[in-house]
């Protein structure tokens, strides 16, 4: 088995690899490498790496929650985007792994419209970080370098 002992998976979910151009009004104007690479230089300082991925499909987040358990990653930051809301096989997946699961948002979806302040993810996460714009990742990367956030 791999050792991934140092490294966080950062798994986005569906429309998040249209950052930047989509709706930049709420989500802002960094595409998702701006923010890989922000998490990258981050990272790099806490003596950690990050394995950032982006999928359209609920069953592939599932997938990679899994991996993330199996490589012994130590972390996991979650935007499964409009899937947070929705996904109970998420939520299972996440109460399935012990790696620590951490939910992020670029907005709040608490101040949005009401069909988005259900998560299923919150319901398993070790926390939630939401409503920086790109910096919830940061804040998210640092909450789990500081030992906040453990298995
Ligand atoms: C989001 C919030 C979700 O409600 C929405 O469906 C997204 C993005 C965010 O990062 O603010 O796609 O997860």
């Given at each position: 088995m791999a050792d991934a002992s140092n490294t966080i998976f950062v798994l986005n979910g569906p429309n998040l690899n249209l950052l930047g151009l989509r709706e930049p009004e709420i989500?802002?104007?960094?595409?998702l490498d701006d923010i890989a690479g922000m998490l990258e230089d981050r990272a790099r300082d806490h003596g950690l790496t990050i394995d950032m991925r982006q999928t359209n499909y609920e069953g592939m987040l599932v997938d990679w929650l899994h991996e993330a358990q199996a490589e012994g990653a130590k972390a996991v930051l979650l935007n499964?985007?409009?899937?947070?809301?929705?996904s109970i096989a998420l939520l299972d997946a996440i109460k399935a792994i012990t790696t620590p699961v951490v939910e992020v948002h670029l907005s709040d979806p608490k101040t949005r419209e009401s069909f988005r302040h259900l998560s299923y993810v919150g319901m398993a996460a070790a926390a939630t970080v939401e409503g920086h714009g790109a910096d919830s990742y940061l804040i998210a990367l640092d909450k789990i370098a500081s030992g906040e956030i453990s298995a």
């Open positions: 989500y802002g104007s960094q595409t499964a985007a409009a899937y947070t809301h929705t």
